[in-house]
């Protein structure tokens, strides 16, 4: 599956006769799932919002895969669909609830704390509150470039910044982050 | 997205944050992945729109050649029994007990009348049915004066 970059990807699924487009399809989800859940389920924390959410982004894609003009590299197209979807959800479930900003990040604090299935020891808790704790642009860049370790040029494409924002955004994030775990 | 030894070096700041896995902490269900591009499949086959009924799609032209079709044969229809029906002669539709009836004839004007008499030619009424109408039905006097000397 590795051996097929996003081009031929891309040539397949666009193929006339129409026959590859299921193949290819089935191998790009296969290729991106775990980047883009993980990605997702950051925002989200929960898993079943993840699961709904990454779905919809791959469906999209689906959609719209054929319009996608290659200006931008197909993980960053991805995960702009997927950021997209992500912070819409959370938008949705403010507006639905009537509640305020604090309330959902507070409503996700508490999925992260009785969360069963969050791994590692209490540290790893801690950190991933802290997080939590950063404001949600803030910790969208943390986490594309903590975990995901994405160039500051390909986060510029997914969330419409600068790179010297992000840089600087990314640094503060880090001074944050470093505080709260340490207690500081 | 390649190891990037910059990343690291951001971190020279956060000996915590650098010391600690970046692997994520969050867990799924057993097999989830191999199960997550199936998923996606359904969804996509179950969302697909389905196949519309051709009926459906010829409906509106269908409608619409359909009123044209009955607006022009109405018109047709109405305009050729409309024509069959007009009278050739006023006389079939209106007799004259019904013009008596309406009191058409008090309404015409006697001068009128009077003129036309002297303009057409006799009729097959003889003279004293005429005198006895006049009598009937004129003011004497009035006819004295309106006699011509």
Known sequence: MSEYSDSELLARFREPDGNGRHYAFNLLVKKYQQKIYYHIRRIVVDHDDANDLVQNTFIKVWHHLDQFREDSQLYTWLYRIATNESLGFLKQKKKRFFLPLVDVEKELYNKLTHSVSIDGDQLELKLQQAILSLPEKQRLVFNLRYYDEMKYEEMSEVLGTSVGALKASYHHAVNKVEKFITGN | ?149
């Open chain 2, 1 to 149: 997205m390649n190891y990037q030894p910059e990343a690291d070096q951001e971190l020279n700041d956060a000996p915590l944050l650098r010391q600690m896995s970046r692997k994520s902490p969050y867990t799924t269900p057993d097999g989830y992945f191999d199960m997550l591009s199936s998923e996606i499949q359904d969804k996509l086959q179950a969302s697909k729109p389905r196949a519309t009924p051709k009926i459906l799609v010829l409906r509106p032209a269908f409608l619409i050649t359909s009123l044209i079709i009955m607006v022009i044969s109405l018109g047709i229809y109405f305009k050729t029994t409309e024509k069959s029906q007009q009278p050739t002669q006023l006389s079939e539709i209106v007799t004259y007990d019904d013009l008596l009836e309406s009191g058409y004839y008090s309404e015409i004007d006697e001068t009128l009348l009077s003129e036309s008499l002297a303009t057409t030619t006799p009729s097959d009424k003889s003279d004293k049915q005429m005198e006895d109408y006049l009598l009937n039905n004129s003011d004497e006097n009035q006819l004295l004066n309106e006699l011509p000397l």
